[in-house]
């Protein structure tokens, strides 16, 4: 079965601070893996994705995530994080073989100023 | 213009009702799906939809029914609520069914059900 793990409910960072959500994934085959994000009252956004290739992925907004795969992780990270990066975090392993996502229980990050 | 598109926002009603949540994308995708977020912030597929077919269709109750009319459209029909059937519901789309084509979702806003 695939699954993916956020072992953090929460994070707290100040403003200016680098920021990491982790993110553990368990999945036969290639994985391929997602970060989403959603703001209070809103559907979720996409951030990021690594299919294949570069272990290190950009993303929207300053986000970037990398790919290991001996330690089955896909943390997301952000060098500076801002007050505007306050929301949801979502990982997400999608299973090439029936197209099926699933998503991590969510990381609430906050920012203070 | 908004890309995935979802009515009503919110949906306040009684146990043993039955609802719908209607569903439009203008972003001529050809996967829909419907997801369920719980009070946890859980997010669990329900369906999905790929040019009106059924792809997907997880351990869901038989109340809950989707109808495509056509690929924009993906709508969400709910029999005789019930107390924990209240949620978020969202509605999503993307290109292909999968990631074929290395595609990400688009989600909708979200409707806010609660069943009294």
């Known amino acids: 079965a695939q699954s993916v793990a956020q072992p953090e409910d929460q994070v707290n960072v100040a403003e200016g601070n680098p920021l990491t959500v982790k993110c553990t994934y368990s999945v036969s085959g290639n994985p391929y893996l997602f970060w989403y994000v959603q703001y209070p009252n809103r559907g979720l956004q996409f951030l990021l994705k690594?299919?294949?290739?570069?272990?290190l992925v950009k993303g929207s907004y300053g986000f970037e995530a990398e790919f290991n795969k001996s330690q089955t992780s896909f943390h997301l990270k952000k060098p500076s994080a801002l007050v505007s990066d306050s929301a949801l975090y979502f990982c997400a392993v999608e299973r090439w073989s029936d197209y099926k996502l699933s998503f991590g229980a969510g990381t609430t990050v906050t920012v203070r100023a | 213009d908004t890309a995935v598109s979802q009515t009503p926002k919110y949906l306040v009603t009684q146990m043993g009702n039955d609802k719908s949540i209607k569903c439009e994308q203008n972003?001529?995708?050809?996967?829909m799906y419907w997801y369920k977020q719980d009070s946890k912030k859980f997010l669990k597929i329900m369906f999905s939809y790929n040019n009106k077919e059924l792809i997907i269709n997880e351990t869901v109750p038989n109340r809950f029914s989707p109808k495509s009319p056509d690929k924009a459209h993906l709508n969400l029909h709910i029999n005789s609520l019930e107390l924990g059937d209240s949620a978020v519901y969202f509605c999503a789309s993307s290109r292909a069914a999968g990631v074929l084509s290395n595609e990400k979702l688009f989600f909708g806003s979200g409707t806010q059900l609660s069943v009294l």
């Open positions: 972003l001529g995708h050809d996967t």
């Open positions: 690594y299919i294949t290739g570069d272990n």
